[in-house]
């Protein structure tokens, strides 16, 4: 499958301390670099502003001495302070306007998408890419309302050209089939952060990308 070429990014880390198990999560977030992560985002919802930043500020440190983007969760004003590549949020999280026209066009916007009407929402136009979510549900995002599935991406592929980046439930099963079916990126946790060797998860996951 090409690449799309505003965001030629297949494999798609989100990285949280809580997820990583066996190994540090900033050590996790550098062997799955070596491994072949192309992107990397930081999902704190449990810690302090300030351990945020300060998480935040590592990961950055670490990602541009890789040359990887970094996207920030949520959390405006860290994506700001850090000079993140991107932003990801939600439905109850800033509005993508409210975003652009805050910081303007240095930051790269992620929405996820949770119900087909929000491709006719104003918000749109200030969306970069798409994160489809879940694709299948998953014990580490809970709050969501639609369960995609593979048809339903297919249905979204068909409605918008903006990347696509397939979230929920990610792994060496499920990572293949879903990016065929039109996603432009895998967003993978567990598969990465849970393993005992995430250089070799994320190696064999990029393999089923190329």
């Known amino acids: ?87 990801h949020v939600g439905q109850s999280d800033t509005s993508p306007i409210e975003i652009r026209e805050k910081l303007g066009d240095s930051i790269q916007i992620g929405w996820s998408l949770e119900v087909l009407d929000q491709l006719d929402d104003s918000q749109i136009q200030a969306v970069n890419h798409l994160g489809v979510s879940p694709i299948y549900q998953t014990k580490t995002k809970t709050n969501t309302i ?6 339903g991406l297919q249905q979204i592929r068909q409605l918008t050209n903006l990347p696509l980046i397939a979230i929920g439930n990610m792994n060496m099963d499920t990572a293949a089939a879903t990016y065929n079916a039109g996603a432009d990126s895998i967003a993978v946790v567990s598969a990465i952060c849970s393993s005992p060797n995430p250089r070799s998860a994320a190696e064999s996951l990029k393999a089923l990308l190329i």
């Not at 494999?11 to 900033?26: D, F, G, K, R």
Request: charged fraction near 25%; charge should be negative; glycine fraction near 4%.
């Open 1 to 87: 499958m090409p690449i799309h070429p505003n965001f030629p990014f297949p494999l798609y880390l989100v990285i949280s301390e809580e997820a990583c198990i066996h190994q540090p999560w900033l050590q996790v977030a550098e062997e799955a670099i070596y491994g072949g992560v192309d992107i990397i985002q930081l999902r704190e919802k449990d810690m302090s502003y300030d351990q945020f930043l300060d998480h935040a500020k590592q990961l950055k440190a670490l990602c541009d001495k890789h040359a990887v983007p970094l996207i920030i969760n949520d959390q405006v004003e860290i994506a700001k302070e850090v000079a993140s590549w991107g932003i």
């Open 146 to 151: 639609t369960e995609w599935g593979l048809d």
